[in-house]
């Protein structure tokens, strides 16, 4: 079972950027689809962003695109999500999610396509 451990929250003004980190403990993380997903208070969990097995795929919600971009680094074990001109309304907390892919160029984007979860990391906006 993949562990999942996120990174690189914090707190930033509107207009800034965060670059998060998501490392997981499968030696096999080539063979998972990551997602990027945020809850902030009193709201449901959404989708952010996910990648393929590969990195060849990626798929964003339409309000993170162009300022979002995910991307893996296999040799590391290691998904990112960099965040740039970052919004009031982007304050959540982010967590990072995988799961097995068949196919390498698979996209998941639903909260339950994904088994494996971590522990979240905050992101706070200032206006």
């Known amino acids: 079972q993949v562990q999942l451990v996120e990174s690189g929250g914090g707190l930033v003004q509107a207009g800034g950027s965060l670059r998060l980190s998501c490392a997981a403990s499968?030696?096999?993380?080539?063979?998972?689809?990551m997602g990027w997903f945020r809850q902030a208070p009193g709201k449901e969990r959404e989708f952010v962003a996910a990648i393929s097995r590969s990195g060849d795929s990626t798929y964003y919600k339409d309000s993170m695109k162009g300022r979002f971009t995910i991307s893996r680094d296999i040799a590391k074990n290691t998904v990112y999500l960099q965040m740039n001109s970052l919004k009031p309304e982007d304050t959540a907390v982010y967590f990072c999610a995988a799961r097995p892919g068949r196919s390498s160029n698979s996209i998941f984007t639903g909260r339950d396509d994904y088994p494996y979860w971590g522990q979240g990391t905050q992101v706070t906006v200032s206006s």
């Open positions: 499968e030696r096999t993380f080539s063979s998972y689809v």
